[in-house]
Every structure is written in C-alpha cells, then in structure tokens.
C-alpha cells in the first residue's frame, strides 16, 4: 500500500486519480483544427510565410499593448522557465511528492515533443520575420527558427493543468471558478511571450494546448506505472539536495544577469526546501 507523505499528499493523489484520458477532448480538436487550417487552407508550399502573416497585425497589437509594462512581463514570461516555476513549488517534494511524481513525468514528455514540434515546424521567430523597430523586444533577443510551438506556454500550462486537478475543490459549484481562474493565470503568463516579443499568438495558443494534453497525459502515466514512487523516500533526499543547491547557482547567475523580482522569490522558496529537505534526512540518519 503506498504511504503518503501526509494528508496533503493523500488529498493530492485522490485528486489526480480522477483525471481522465477523455478530458482531453477539447484540448485534441482544437489542436486538429489549428493544424488542419495551416495545412490547407494556408498554402502549403509557403505555409510559414502564411502562419507568420495571418497573425502579424494581432501580434504587433498585442506585443504594443502588453509591453506598456515591460518588467511585469519579463517577470511573468519567467514562470515558463521550469527553473522558476519548479523552484516556487519545491517545498511539495517534502509535503506532498505525489504532485513532484505527476510534474515530473510531464515536464520529460514535453521535453521530447517541444524539441521534436519545433524541428518539425521551424517557424522563424518574431525577429527574424519582423523589422525589430516595428515591435517591442523585452530581455533576449531571439531569432531562430524555434517559434512554433512556445516552450514557456507548454511548460507553464504543464504546471496550470497538474495544479488545477491537484488542488481541485471538492464542491462542484466551486470547480469551474477554479478552472477558469488557473487557466485564466495560465493564458496571462503564456502571452507574456507575445508581450517580451519572443512568440506569436498561435505559438502560444498552440503550446498551451500541448501543455495541458502532455500533462493529462503524464498525470496518467504517473498513475499507470508509478515510475517515480521513490521521490517520496527520504534516503533519495541527498540526490534532491544536490539538484536544488545547483538551482540555487543558477539563479543567483539569473539574479547577477537579470535582477527581477520573481528570481527572489524562487530563490527563497529553494532555499527553505533545501533546508527543510536536510532538516528530514538528518532527523532519519
């Protein structure tokens, strides 16, 4: 019988448990109809050129809307970075590892479908297609032919998805204001691709989508063969310690780079799980 971490845990996993291969449905056709439309009804032997060009007005709109705040974008667009977002959630491989199992599992997945959607594709980025003066470029400045679809999205709707089930309200009445408020969040943080100039709209629609079908998928791999059971064993706690003391190098270099606010708060969250992670191994040993 598996032993929770505690009640949290127990809720958490009672939770995702009921996370069903059809709540995929929707998320499936519209996906199909994207990629159905781009295939034929955009023209086919110059199909980028149509992909970038249907959606160029919205993108300069959004992009000149959305950096009138260019510090809460480039924070906002830094949940994205499974740096950020898993450093703000560390302290859940302590209280509730069932939550790291399920975000594990579909942040590896999507590793291979971004990288294998992006090479397929090879849609220029915004500065590559765009005179770089027409629109507004917030932090790097990238240019290859990675754009389609947005990484940042399907990551930050990986970690939406597995958190809306996770913490899923127990009343009904209460469930669809949860939805609409997490994938409400999502969306805000997934444009902020289009606000830093990094995406297009349908890179980011497109990505989201994928986000929450690879972490459906991952919740229910996680549920079929519990590959990650171990995660919860304290004695593989020492492998986490390491894992987070080099997040911890690597956000300090994002802090000396970049000195935003969000890479604080992600610091401080590492540092009081690694101390909590240490503070159980040493009580056990």
């Not at 958490?12 to 439309?37: G, S, T």
């Not at 090879?122 to 990675?146: C, H, Q, W, Y």
């Not at 996680?222 to 690597?250: C, D, M, Q, S, T």
Request: proline share 3%.
């Amino acid at each position: 019988m598996y032993d929770y971490s505690s009640s949290l845990d127990y809720s958490i996993a009672k939770n995702l448990k009921r996370v069903k291969l059809w709540f995929l449905i929707p998320a499936l056709i519209l996906l199909l109809c994207c990629f159905l439309y781009f295939f034929f009804v955009v023209d086919s032997q110059s199909y980028i050129k149509g992909y970038v060009s249907i959606q160029k007005e919205l993108f300069l709109y959004l992009n000149n809307n959305l950096s009138v705040y260019p510090m809460l974008q480039f924070n906002l667009t830094q949940f994205g970075d499974v740096l950020i977002s898993f450093s703000l959630l560390s302290v859940f491989i302590v209280y509730a590892p069932k939550l790291w199992e399920a975000l594990l599992t579909s942040a590896i997945l999507s590793l291979v479908v971004s990288a294998t959607l992006k090479k397929m594709f090879s849609v220029p980025r915004p500065a590559a297609m765009f005179d770089k003066e027409s629109f507004r470029i917030i932090g790097e400045t990238l240019s290859g032919n990675t754009s389609l679809p947005s990484g940042h999205s399907i990551a930050t709707f990986i970690v939406i998805t597995t958190l809306s089930f996770a913490f899923m309200p127990s009343k009904k009445s209460k469930k669809a204001l949860w939805l609409i408020f997490m994938f409400t969040l999502g969306l805000i943080i997934a444009f902020s691709r289009v606000g830093v100039g990094a995406h297009y709209p349908f890179d980011v629609i497109i990505g989201s989508l994928i986000g929450f079908t690879v972490a459906v998928i991952g919740i229910r791999i996680n549920e079929k063969i519990k590959w990650l059971r171990w995660i919860k064993n304290r004695k593989y706690y020492p492998v986490f310690i390491v894992l987070f003391l080099v997040g911890a190098l690597l956000l300090v270099t994002r802090i000396l780079n970049a000195n935003l606010l969000i890479f604080y708060f992600s610091l401080s969250a590492l540092t009081a799980t690694f101390y909590l992670i240490i503070n159980s191994y040493v009580k056990k040993n």
